[in-house]
């Protein structure tokens, strides 16, 4: 699905991805842990070129997104994000946050998009929801609301860039819920999280980065139980200490 | 090196644009159809003031209409400042000038002068007690003038003044013979020096508290001005001139104009509330000062308004320049350009930038339209800030969130950006078109009659400044308040998403 080749990215002189390899298939849920500053969100943000690569290829359902004919934005149009901050647009209400990408680009109609953000809503169970406005709602409320506006593209991947990481920790758990359901159903999802125990249960692969590479990949098992690296095992080691 | 001259290239491509106006074509042929242009400055009764129909009317206009009847030309009159008269004779947007204009040296090196149509004589204006009897006695007094004239001329101590000498004599200069007799009502002053008619007029309508003093030390010739080497229309003046002396027009036009002058009396009551009324009643009914505020109030009103939208126009497109500079993280054109044109404007005084593009740009004719482009191109320099930073005032995240559902840069910017830029706009946005409002009261200087042109010409007509001034602010605090209003009713209802 997504297949990620020598990746480079420089802020000005600063290289924060070196040279990143993956292989991301159908389906499949990859959590991205590391310590903060080695280019995890940065990976993530240059798979939909929200942020935008220095070199390398980057191929999504056999498009390179590098490549300046095919079409970003039709291009996002299957590949969601989800962000730390939510980013829901404040000026709409629950429902046109939801309907307001589909109609607008005329991949539905007005009913077919109010019919299906009902549905997105129900399934996190914000239904009731429907009509307020974003400032309204709670922290983990309003990621809900975030995924469930992702999902009403349609998208054939979703990337989460640490979307937990906002909540209080009371509210962590109705969103991880969410991103589990997904996960079962068969999403394809790339998250940046610190969350270890969901790293743990739901992730098919957990990739390690440190220092602009992927340092390490495996199972979670391989990952949690049987690290090789001496960078993996520290900062698991200063993760379980918290 | 090479940036520098980049940024000059931005600033030279603003002024073009700003100067694209110059190429307007000025439709003024004098010849070919007839008409002929005639500046004067209607502050100088009776030989020209504004007429109850608010048109510049007058012994002067009277004149040189009766001359164009005679000698098959039509007239058309503009108003500018007095100052500027010769001037516009210089660049052609006049051909003529009628404005009870004394023939000096001075001015002949720059117009030519048609024969004297009228002899006037300098007089001086005291108040009652004053001890003053003559000329000389001015000599260390204060003394008020109107800018520009003889009086001005014979009052300031100088080489060539053998009159006035002594140095320490100060002379205040009024842009209007009735500004200076006010002065001298409120004790400003000690007295006026102005051209006898005028003199006589303002000496009568307030008899009660002034007296003329006639010095014969100066009498000039008042004389209609051409531009240099026009001998063609001299020639026609010359003529019709002595023709409407002959026939007998010209002594009717004295007759009616200059010794008819007729003396408004004010009702003078005890009881100081009736006076009130009855003052208010002279100031606004009487000399239908009402008329001219409401139609000051209607200039102001749409020169605003049109200005505003121009100005919001402008700033939008403007800030929507700028900005491209915060989107690709280095300088454009655009916003090169857009960020010289705001440093332009935002570095020079509304008032120059009026006169320019009235005076400069616009050649002295289509006195609204210059406002109007003026205040519009200086508005929207500020607007254009106010909106870029309502923009900027935006989280960065609500751009990713739109792109990242697959909206492009600009379908971003009008489904969520701008809808929620303007929220933060609409404060900032409504002060700038208060301030405008209140910023056009400058157009009397280009010979619009907007509100406070308006009141200005009350103060000249019935000598009083109290009455219709205060009446001039009210009416513009009763607009900003009216629009302070409306803006506190549309930021309520923008805001409505901000409620938990």
Same mark, same amino acid.
């Given at each position: 699905?997504?297949?990620?080749?020598?990746?480079?990215?420089?802020?000005?002189?600063?290289?924060?991805?070196?040279?990143?390899?993956?292989?991301?298939?159908?389906?499949?849920?990859?959590?991205?842990?590391?310590?903060?500053?080695?280019?995890?969100?940065?990976?993530?943000?240059?798979?939909?070129?929200?942020?935008?690569?220095?070199?390398?290829?980057?191929?999504?359902?056999?498009?390179?997104?590098?490549?300046?004919?095919?079409?970003?934005?039709?291009i996002?149009?299957k590949?969601?994000?989800?962000?730390?901050?939510?980013?829901?647009?404040n000026?709409?209400?629950?429902?046109?946050?939801?309907?307001?990408?589909?109609?607008?680009?005329?991949?539905?109609?007005?009913?077919?998009?109010?019919?299906?953000?009902?549905?997105?809503?129900?399934?996190?169970?914000?239904?009731?929801?429907?009509?307020?406005?974003?400032?309204?709602?709670?922290?983990?409320?309003?990621?809900?609301?975030?995924?469930?506006?992702?999902?009403?593209?349609?998208?054939?991947?979703?990337?989460?860039?640490?979307?937990?990481?906002?909540?209080?920790?009371?509210?962590?758990?109705?969103?991880?819920?969410?991103?589990?359901?997904?996960?079962?159903?068969?999403?394809?999802?790339?998250?940046?999280?610190?969350?270890?125990?969901?790293?743990?249960?739901?992730?098919?692969?957990?990739?390690?980065?440190?220092?602009?590479?992927?340092?390490?990949?495996?199972?979670?098992?391989?990952?949690?139980?049987?690290?090789?690296?001496?960078?993996?095992?520290?900062?698991?080691?200063?993760?379980?200490?918290? | 090196?090479?940036?520098?001259?980049?940024?000059?290239?931005?600033?030279?491509?603003?002024?073009?644009?700003?100067l694209?106006?110059?190429?307007?074509?000025?439709?003024?042929?004098?010849?070919?159809?007839?008409?002929?242009?005639?500046?004067?400055?209607?502050?100088?009764?009776?030989?020209?003031?504004?007429?109850?129909?608010?048109?510049?009317?007058?012994?002067?206009?009277a004149?040189?209409?009766?001359?164009?009847?005679?000698?098959?030309?039509?007239?058309?009159?503009?108003?500018?400042?007095?100052?500027?008269?010769?001037?516009?004779?210089?660049?052609?947007?006049?051909?003529?000038?009628?404005?009870?204009?004394?023939?000096?040296?001075?001015?002949?090196?720059?117009?030519?002068?048609?024969?004297?149509?009228y002899?006037?004589?300098?007089?001086?204006?005291?108040?009652?007690?004053?001890?003053?009897?003559?000329?000389?006695?001015?000599?260390?007094?204060?003394?008020?003038?109107?800018e520009?004239?003889?009086?001005?001329?014979?009052?300031?101590?100088?080489?060539?003044?053998?009159?006035?000498?002594?140095?320490?004599?100060?002379?205040?200069r009024?842009k209007?013979?009735?500004?200076?007799?006010?002065?001298?009502?409120?004790?400003?002053?000690?007295?006026?020096?102005?051209?006898?008619?005028?003199?006589?007029?303002?000496?009568?309508?307030?008899?009660d508290k002034?007296?003329?003093?006639?010095?014969?030390?100066?009498?000039?010739?008042?004389?209609?001005?051409?531009?240099?080497?026009?001998?063609?229309?001299?020639?026609?003046?010359?003529?019709?001139?002595?023709?409407?002396k002959?026939?007998?027009?010209?002594?009717?036009?004295?007759?009616?104009?200059?010794?008819?002058?007729?003396?408004?009396?004010?009702?003078?009551?005890?009881?100081?509330?009736?006076?009130?009324?009855?003052?208010?009643?002279?100031?606004?009914?009487?000399?239908?000062?009402?008329?001219?505020?409401?139609?000051? $109030? +209607?200039? =102001?009103? &749409?020169?605003?308004?049109?200005?505003? *939208? #121009?100005?919001? %126009?402008?700033?939008? !497109?403007?800030?929507?320049?700028?900005?491209?500079?915060?989107?690709?993280?280095?300088?454009?054109?655009?916003?090169?350009?857009?960020?010289?044109?705001?440093?332009?404007?935002?570095?020079?005084p509304?008032?120059?930038?009026?006169?320019?593009?009235?005076?400069?740009?616009?050649?002295?004719?289509?006195?609204y339209?210059?406002?109007?482009?003026?205040?519009?191109?200086?508005?929207?320099?500020?607007?254009?800030?106010?909106?870029?930073?309502?923009?900027?005032?935006?989280?960065?995240?609500?751009?990713?969130?739109?792109?990242? $559902? +697959?909206? =492009?840069? &600009?379908?971003?910017?009008?489904?969520? *950006? #701008?809808?929620? %830029?303007?929220?933060? !706009?609409?404060?900032?946005?409504g002060?700038?078109?208060?301030?405008?409002?209140?910023?056009?009261?400058?157009?009397?200087?280009?010979?619009?009659?907007?509100?406070?042109?308006?009141?200005?010409?009350?103060?000249?007509?019935?000598?009083?400044?109290?009455?219709?001034?205060?009446?001039?602010?009210i009416?513009?605090?009763?607009?900003?308040?009216?629009?302070?209003?409306?803006?506190a009713?549309?930021?309520?209802?923008?805001?409505?998403?901000?409620?938990?």
């Amino acid at each position: 699905m997504i297949i990620v080749k020598d990746l480079k990215k420089y802020f000005g002189e600063l290289e924060v991805l070196k040279k990143i390899d993956c292989h991301i298939k159908p389906g499949e849920c990859v959590v991205v842990i590391g310590p903060s500053g080695s280019g995890k969100s940065t990976f993530l943000r240059c798979l939909n070129r929200l942020e935008e690569p220095t070199s390398g290829s980057i191929l999504f359902d056999g498009q390179d997104i590098m490549d300046r004919s095919n079409d970003i934005n039709k291009i996002r149009q299957k590949l969601s994000m989800v962000f730390q901050h939510f980013n829901l647009f404040n000026h709409l209400t629950v429902m046109q946050n939801l309907t307001l990408a589909p109609v607008k680009q005329k991949l539905m109609s007005e009913e077919e998009a109010k019919k299906k953000a009902t549905e997105l809503l129900v399934r996190v169970g914000l239904a009731e929801k429907a009509d307020v406005y974003p400032a309204q709602l709670s922290g983990g409320q309003k990621q809900r609301v975030a995924i469930a506006r992702s999902l009403a593209m349609n998208p054939k991947a979703i990337l989460f860039d640490e979307p937990t990481s906002a909540l209080d920790p009371e509210m962590v758990g109705e969103v991880l819920d969410v991103m589990k359901t997904l996960a079962k159903e068969g999403m394809t999802m790339v998250v940046v999280t610190h969350e270890m125990g969901f790293a743990r249960d739901v992730a098919d692969r957990v990739l390690f980065m440190s220092d602009g590479y992927i340092t390490e990949e495996g199972t979670p098992e391989q990952i949690f139980n049987n690290p090789q690296q001496e960078r993996t095992k520290a900062f698991l080691r200063a993760v379980s200490n918290k | 090196m090479k940036k520098s001259t980049k940024r000059v290239l931005a600033m030279c491509l603003t002024c073009l644009v700003l100067l694209g106006g110059m190429f307007f074509p000025v439709t003024k042929s004098a010849q070919a159809t007839d008409v002929i242009t005639v500046g004067t400055y209607a502050e100088f009764p009776p030989f020209e003031y504004i007429g109850d129909d608010g048109e510049p009317d007058g012994f002067d206009i009277a004149v040189i209409e009766a001359i164009g009847e005679v000698e098959g030309f039509e007239v058309e009159i503009i108003n500018m400042e007095f100052k500027s008269l010769i001037a516009s004779l210089s660049t052609g947007s006049l051909d003529a000038v009628i404005a009870g204009m004394t023939v000096t040296d001075e001015r002949k090196q720059s117009v030519d002068f048609s024969d004297s149509y009228y002899t006037a004589t300098q007089y001086i204006v005291v108040a009652k007690d004053s001890d003053i009897t003559s000329l000389a006695d001015l000599n260390g007094k204060k003394i008020a003038v109107q800018e520009g004239t003889t009086g001005d001329l014979l009052c300031t101590p100088g080489e060539d003044n053998d009159v006035i000498t002594d140095e320490n004599t100060e002379v205040m200069r009024f842009k209007k013979g009735t500004d200076a007799v006010v002065s001298l009502n409120n004790g400003g002053v000690d007295a006026v020096v102005i051209d006898k008619n005028p003199a006589e007029n303002f000496v009568a309508n307030n008899s009660d508290k002034l007296k003329l003093i006639k010095d014969d030390t100066s009498t000039e010739e008042y004389a209609i001005a051409v531009a240099k080497g026009d001998t063609e229309l001299l020639d026609k003046i010359n003529s019709g001139l002595a023709k409407i002396k002959e026939d007998g027009t010209f002594d009717k036009l004295v007759a009616e104009y200059i010794e008819g002058a007729e003396d408004v009396e004010t009702e003078t009551s005890g009881n100081v509330i009736q006076q009130f009324i009855n003052n208010l009643k002279y100031v606004f009914i009487d000399t239908n000062g009402y008329q001219l505020m409401a139609k000051g $109030l +209607g200039v =102001t009103i &749409g020169i605003s308004f049109c200005a505003g *939208i #121009l100005g919001i %126009a402008l700033g939008f !497109v403007l800030a929507l320049m700028k900005l491209t500079e915060t989107r690709k993280k280095r300088k454009t054109v655009w916003s090169r350009i857009a960020g010289a044109y705001i440093d332009i404007i935002r570095g020079t005084p509304a008032m120059v930038q009026l006169l320019i593009m009235f005076m400069v740009i616009f050649r002295s004719q289509y006195a609204y339209i210059a406002a109007i482009l003026s205040f519009g191109i200086n508005s929207g320099a500020y607007v254009a800030e106010n909106i870029r930073a309502g923009i900027l005032a935006v989280d960065v995240g609500q751009m990713e969130g739109g792109r990242s $559902l +697959g909206f =492009t840069y &600009g379908e971003t910017m009008r489904y969520i *950006i #701008l809808p929620q %830029a303007i929220k933060n !706009v609409i404060p900032a946005l409504g002060n700038e078109m208060i301030t405008l409002v209140k910023e056009t009261s400058i157009v009397g200087y280009v010979a619009i009659v907007d509100l406070t042109k308006a009141g200005d010409f009350i103060v000249s007509r019935t000598y009083q400044a109290f009455l219709p001034l205060i009446a001039v602010a009210i009416v513009y605090y009763i607009i900003v308040k009216i629009m302070t209003r409306i803006l506190a009713a549309i930021e309520r209802r923008l805001r409505q998403s901000d409620n938990r």
